[in-house]
Protein backbone atom coordinates (compact mmCIF):
# COMPACT_ATOMS: atom_id res chain seq x y z
CA UNK A 1 0.00 0.00 0.00
CA UNK A 2 1.16 3.52 -0.89
CA UNK A 3 0.32 6.33 0.76
CA UNK A 4 -0.08 10.43 -0.59
CA UNK A 5 -1.42 12.91 2.59
CA UNK A 6 -1.71 16.30 1.39
CA UNK A 7 -3.87 19.17 2.38
CA UNK A 8 -2.10 20.65 5.25
CA UNK A 9 -0.73 24.25 4.97
CA UNK A 10 -0.64 27.53 8.02
CA UNK A 11 -3.69 28.45 9.33
CA UNK A 12 -4.70 30.84 11.92
CA UNK A 13 -5.83 29.85 15.74
CA UNK A 14 -9.57 28.87 15.32
CA UNK A 15 -9.61 27.53 11.27
CA UNK A 16 -10.01 24.38 9.91
CA UNK A 17 -7.91 22.07 7.16
CA UNK A 18 -8.63 19.03 5.82
CA UNK A 19 -6.45 16.33 5.53
CA UNK A 20 -6.49 13.70 2.34
CA UNK A 21 -4.93 10.80 2.52
CA UNK A 22 -4.75 9.06 -1.06
CA UNK A 23 -3.72 5.27 -1.45
CA UNK A 24 -3.19 2.43 -4.04
CA UNK A 25 -3.98 -0.98 -4.75
CA UNK A 26 -7.42 -2.71 -4.27
CA UNK A 27 -7.13 -3.20 -0.99
CA UNK A 28 -7.45 -0.06 0.70
CA UNK A 29 -11.17 -0.50 2.02
CA UNK A 30 -10.21 -3.60 4.28
CA UNK A 31 -7.74 -1.66 6.50
CA UNK A 32 -8.10 0.23 9.36
CA UNK A 33 -6.49 3.37 8.72
CA UNK A 34 -4.66 6.29 10.83
CA UNK A 35 -3.77 9.85 11.69
CA UNK A 36 -0.82 10.54 13.73
CA UNK A 37 1.48 13.67 14.41
CA UNK A 38 4.80 14.54 15.32
CA UNK A 39 5.50 17.92 16.54
CA UNK A 40 9.22 19.65 16.59
CA UNK A 41 11.20 17.58 19.86
CA UNK A 42 8.32 15.90 20.39
CA UNK A 43 7.19 12.19 19.80
CA UNK A 44 4.81 10.84 17.97
CA UNK A 45 1.57 10.68 18.54
CA UNK A 46 -2.30 9.21 17.64
CA UNK A 47 -4.56 11.44 16.31
CA UNK A 48 -7.32 9.43 14.58
CA UNK A 49 -8.72 6.22 13.32
CA UNK A 50 -11.24 4.56 11.48
CA UNK A 51 -11.97 1.05 10.49
CA UNK A 52 -11.77 -0.64 7.07
CA UNK A 53 -16.06 -0.44 7.59
CA UNK A 54 -16.01 3.32 8.89
CA UNK A 55 -18.38 2.12 11.64
CA UNK A 56 -16.11 2.51 14.12
CA UNK A 57 -13.51 5.45 15.08
CA UNK A 58 -11.23 6.73 18.10
CA UNK A 59 -9.68 9.92 18.85
CA UNK A 60 -7.02 11.44 20.85
CA UNK A 61 -8.61 12.86 23.81
CA UNK A 62 -6.63 16.42 22.53
CA UNK A 63 -8.70 16.30 19.45
CA UNK A 64 -11.97 15.04 20.17
CA UNK A 65 -14.35 17.20 19.20
CA UNK A 66 -12.61 19.36 17.08
CA UNK A 67 -11.02 16.32 14.33
CA UNK A 68 -13.29 13.94 12.61
CA UNK A 69 -11.88 11.28 10.83
CA UNK A 70 -13.76 9.28 7.69
CA UNK A 71 -12.82 7.60 4.47
CA UNK A 72 -14.48 7.55 1.27
CA UNK A 73 -13.44 3.61 -0.05
CA UNK A 74 -14.93 4.39 -3.58
CA UNK A 75 -11.68 6.78 -3.81
CA UNK A 76 -9.40 5.15 -2.01
CA UNK A 77 -9.20 7.97 0.59
CA UNK A 78 -9.34 8.63 4.06
CA UNK A 79 -9.81 12.62 5.74
CA UNK A 80 -9.32 14.10 8.31
CA UNK A 81 -11.34 17.15 9.27
CA UNK A 82 -9.47 19.70 11.58
CA UNK A 83 -11.77 21.97 13.07
CA UNK A 84 -10.98 25.00 15.91
CA UNK A 85 -7.16 24.35 15.43
CA UNK A 86 -5.17 25.51 18.46
CA UNK A 87 -1.50 25.98 17.66
CA UNK A 88 -0.53 23.03 19.74
CA UNK A 89 -2.14 21.04 16.69
CA UNK A 90 1.38 22.13 14.75
CA UNK A 91 2.83 19.34 13.37
CA UNK A 92 3.73 16.86 10.89
CA UNK A 93 0.84 15.09 10.03
CA UNK A 94 1.02 11.11 9.04
CA UNK A 95 -1.44 8.56 7.62
CA UNK A 96 -1.40 5.28 7.90
CA UNK A 97 -2.81 1.80 7.19
CA UNK A 98 -3.33 -0.96 9.89
CA UNK A 99 -4.83 -4.52 10.46
CA UNK A 100 -6.97 -6.07 7.99
CA UNK A 101 -10.59 -6.60 8.31
CA UNK A 102 -10.27 -5.46 11.62
CA UNK A 103 -13.23 -3.71 13.68
CA UNK A 104 -10.77 -2.22 16.18
CA UNK A 105 -9.82 1.34 15.37
CA UNK A 106 -6.19 1.63 17.02
CA UNK A 107 -4.48 3.55 18.67
CA UNK A 108 -0.71 2.19 18.67
CA UNK A 109 1.32 2.93 15.84
CA UNK A 110 2.98 -0.58 16.37
CA UNK A 111 -0.24 -2.19 14.61
CA UNK A 112 -0.11 0.21 11.64
CA UNK A 113 2.51 -1.24 8.89
CA UNK A 114 2.39 1.60 5.94
CA UNK A 115 2.77 5.08 6.63
CA UNK A 116 2.46 8.42 3.68
CA UNK A 117 4.90 10.88 3.82
CA UNK A 118 3.44 12.89 5.93
CA UNK A 119 1.75 16.68 5.28
CA UNK A 120 2.83 20.29 7.50
CA UNK A 121 0.12 21.94 9.70
CA UNK A 122 0.80 25.05 10.97
CA UNK A 123 -1.19 27.13 13.36
CA UNK A 124 -0.33 30.34 13.74
CA UNK A 125 -1.67 32.51 17.02
Known amino acids: VQLQASGGGLVQAGGSLRLSCAAS????????MGWFRQAPGKEREFVAAITWSGDSTYYAASVKGRFTISRDNAKNTVYLQMNSLKPEDTAVYYCASGPLYSSTPYSAAKRYDYWGQGTQVTVSS
Open 25 to 32: GSTFRWYT
